[in-house]
């Protein structure tokens, strides 16, 4: 029962190290790293090619940027983009982009 206690209490620590060492997304410093997405993913492009990211849940798009970065998520284009961020990187543009208007037809408020 000691141990066991012992180490549930440690696993904690351990986790909230883990926890600290991500600040939550920060969207005006996003803001200033999304120049190099605006292009495919701004709230003002339609084109079907690129999905629409305003607007979306921040732990949905940090999870879809990290898949990138590690590979569980193949594609040319956004492989390469996602390489060189760091995870705050990611937090930061997550949260930017959930900021935004998707500009989409709403059928959830009408
Ligand atoms: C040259 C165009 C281009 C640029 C620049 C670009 N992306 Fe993308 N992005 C795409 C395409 C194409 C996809 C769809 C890839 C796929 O099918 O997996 C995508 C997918 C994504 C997704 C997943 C969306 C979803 O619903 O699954 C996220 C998140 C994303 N991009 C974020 C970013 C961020 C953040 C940047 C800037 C650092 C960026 N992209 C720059 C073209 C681009």
């Known amino acids: 029962m000691k141990r066991t206690l012992m180490s549930l209490a440690a696993a904690s620590v351990m ?6 060492a991500l600040k939550p997304g920060d969207a005006a410093a ?17 084109n079907p ?13 940090y999870q879809a940027l990290r898949a990138y970065k590690n590979g569980d998520r193949q594609n040319a284009v956004m492989s390469g983009q996602a390489a060189g961020l760091s995870q705050q990187d990611m937090a930061d543009l997550a949260t930017y982009f959930s900021t935004l208007d998707s500009g989409l037809e709403s059928i959830s408020r009408n």
């Open 15 to 20: 986790f909230a190290g883990h926890a600290a």
């Open 30 to 46: 996003g803001k200033d790293k999304a120049q190099a997405c605006m292009a495919c993913h701004g709230p003002e492009v339609n």
């Open 49 to 61: 090619t690129f999905p629409k990211i305003a607007g979306q849940h921040a732990d949905y798009l």
